[in-house]
């Protein structure tokens, strides 16, 4: 079993930044990690990959503005966002799973509010 708890969440004018993290009760060394989100109304997306194995991949609206990092040795996942947009207003969740997708395990998530 692993708890995650993100943070960094909050009010950001357009065009501002915020950094989210997650931290893991313990090992995510052999998981995959992700970032989803989830806006009022609508079903949670996926975000960000970073694999086990350094793979990185981002959603199309995520490229070029988004940064998924992890530190294995920190137990820890981050999610660096620049330019933000109205649009990114949403609940923001780490995940981290298997190779196989199982086991899953889910944050709590940090809300993220972009607005003027």
């Known amino acids: 079993q692993v708890q995650l708890v993100e943070s960094g969440g909050g009010l950001v004018q357009p065009g501002g930044s915020l950094s989210l993290s997650c931290a893991a009760s313990?090992?995510?060394?052999?998981?995959?990690a992700y970032w989803y989100r989830q806006s009022q109304g609508k079903q949670r997306e996926f975000v960000a990959l970073?694999?086990?194995?350094?793979?990185?991949y981002y959603e199309e609206f995520a490229r070029g503005r988004f940064t998924i990092s992890r530190d294995d040795e920190k137990n820890a996942l981050s999610l660096q966002m620049n330019n933000l947009k109205p649009d990114d207003t949403a609940v923001y969740f780490c995940?981290?799973?298997?190779?196989?997708?199982?086991?899953?395990?889910w944050g709590q998530g940090t809300r993220v509010t972009v607005s003027s």
């Open positions: 970073a694999g086990s194995d350094g793979t990185i």
């Open positions: 313990g090992s995510i060394a052999n998981y995959q």
């Open positions: 995940r981290v799973t298997g190779i196989t997708g199982v086991p899953s395990y």
